[in-house]
């Protein structure tokens, strides 16, 4: 986008609602990032550290040793980190990593719980761009299935032109769909060839006859980047990264300033920064990222201080050189200067639950659900939708697809949920009849 980043945040959002992208679906997309860069922060553990060669012997399709700096490292690289978290089970039964950190993670908002179960649901699969429609993003046909869905804009660096074919998860960011950490894109020429490919091997393979070709791939997905090394780049393939490498480490820094008028009108002039608040003697700002439009800061300024504090270290340092900059002389760093202490170490952490891996955060989110707000919902929750006709479709069909989702998770042995308690709360249980009632 061309325009400055406050006013990219008062854009109309493309999903639609007519509100401004700000109070709309940014939020969401700020939640992903700040989750990502926890999953981030988890990858580099040193539980999780010990897997990783292992792992990227398979992704990479290679025998090389792992060696820091070649790109090919969890913290080097997003493709192979989402497939690492999200995909890779080392046995039947045990379920992903991101599952494992889903059921010890606190501290997260209630939109980084629903993402994550998003993420933990959402399958990665190939789709056909068959239409592009400009500030709302591109119409995609999944290619298994033949089902349309319209991807949003966020996380797109370079959006792809019709015929091509995209390989990515797909995530709901209020009411826009999203691409995940990685995005591949094949010519469109390369589709027949991709089909070919993942068809010879689903059958060279042998599964269970019971097996589908879809559910194959879902325990299959480095096979897509299989096809990507192999073919994939020497036909003009692309890999995008749709998100920043950063690990989560909250910190703050603290600095004295007794001039606050001229504080504040310096950083009125900052055209990377929003006015957000200013009661009685506080202010504070939003330092936004001119890229995504997205909050990597903020800054407190009360009588005698101002305070920076971000999520990510390389987010604090670039704040800190803004705003020591743009406020030469007019503050000074306090002699007291520390890092915020994040949440513990998932090492340190031991799953609660004695179920598979990620049992307990669905348990967890699905105990709320009735009352979480969505933007599906038209920004209201289950239990209030319910009222009306109009409502209680759109519950059922959001009920339909976690019943979906949950039973593709069940088919590939790793931990599910039962929907049905949640259609007896909201009364949406099918009414039975007298010889019904009698049977049972």
């Known amino acids: 986008m061309s325009l400055p980043a406050s006013r990219q945040r008062q854009a109309v959002c493309p999903c639609g609602s007519r509100r401004s992208l700000a109070a709309c679906c940014l939020p969401w997309e700020e939640a992903f990032q700040r989750l990502f860069s926890r999953l981030v922060a988890f990858a580099a553990t040193p539980r999780i550290r010990r897997q990783e060669a292992q792992a990227a012997a398979v992704f990479w399709d290679t025998q090389r040793p792992l060696q820091p700096g070649d790109g090919r490292g969890a913290g080097e690289s997003l493709r192979f980190l989402e497939w690492f978290l999200l995909d890779r089970v080392s046995r039947r039964g045990k379920g992903p990593l991101l599952a494992e950190f889903a059921d010890a993670a606190i501290g997260l908002s209630p939109r980084?719980?629903?993402?994550?179960?998003?993420?933990?649901?959402?399958?990665?699969?190939?789709?056909?761009?068959?239409?592009?429609?400009?500030?709302?993003?591109?119409?995609?046909?999944?290619?298994?299935?033949?089902a349309e869905r319209t991807l949003g804009p966020l996380g797109i660096a370079e959006p792809p032109i019709r015929s091509d074919?995209?390989?990515?998860?797909?995530?709901?960011?209020?009411?826009?769909?999203?691409?995940?950490?990685?995005?591949?894109?094949?010519?469109?020429?390369?589709?027949?060839?991709?089909?070919?490919?993942?068809?010879?091997?689903?059958?060279?393979?042998?599964?269970?006859?019971?097996?589908?070709?879809e559910d194959f791939l879902d325990s299959?997905?480095?096979?897509?980047?299989?096809?990507?090394?192999?073919r994939g780049r020497d036909l003009g393939g692309l890999a995008q990264e749709t998100l920043r490498r950063a690990a989560f480490a909250l910190g703050q820094v603290s600095y004295r300033g007794t001039e606050g008028s001229r504080i504040r009108a310096g950083?009125?002039?900052?055209?990377?920064?929003?006015?957000?608040?200013?009661?009685?003697g506080e202010v504070h700002y939003a330092r936004i990222d001119s890229r995504w439009a997205i909050t990597r800061a903020t800054v407190l300024v009360r009588s005698g201080e101002v305070q920076v504090r971000a999520d990510t270290r390389e987010d604090l340092a670039e704040a800190r050189r803004f705003l020591e900059e743009c406020l030469q002389g007019l503050i000074q760093p306090s002699a007291e200067r520390a890092d915020e202490t994040a949440a513990p170490s998932h090492d340190e952490v031991k799953r609660l639950g004695s179920g598979p891996p990620g049992a307990d955060f669905f348990t967890r989110v699905l105990a709320r659900w009735p009352d979480t707000l969505s933007g599906l919902l038209d920004?209201?929750?289950?239990?209030?939708?319910?009222?009306?006709?109009?409502?209680?479709?759109?519950?059922?069909?959001?009920?339909?697809?976690l019943e979906r989702d949950f039973a593709r998770l069940k088919r590939l042995g790793r931990a599910w949920a039962d929907v049905n308690p949640l259609r007896e709360q909201l009364g949406l249980l099918p009414a039975l009849h007298g010889s019904e009632r009698r049977t049972r």
């Open 220 to 230: 299959s997905t480095h096979l897509y980047h299989h096809f990507f090394l192999r």
């Open 379 to 401: 920004d209201r929750t289950p239990r209030e939708a319910v009222k009306s006709q109009a409502g209680r479709q759109q519950v059922l069909a959001l009920l339909l697809g």
């Open 267 to 280: 950083l009125d002039r900052q055209s990377e920064l929003v006015r957000e608040t200013g009661t009685g």
């Open 112 to 146: 980084e719980e629903d993402l994550l179960l998003a993420l933990l649901l959402s399958p990665v699969r190939a789709y056909e761009v068959t239409d592009t429609l400009g500030s709302r993003g591109i119409l995609i046909k999944d290619l298994l299935t033949g």
């Open 165 to 213: 074919v995209v390989i990515c998860r797909l995530v709901a960011l209020g009411r826009l769909l999203r691409a995940v950490a990685s995005v591949l894109v094949l010519p469109g020429t390369g589709r027949e060839e991709l089909s070919a490919y993942l068809r010879t091997t689903y059958r060279v393979s042998r599964p269970a006859r019971h097996l589908s070709l």
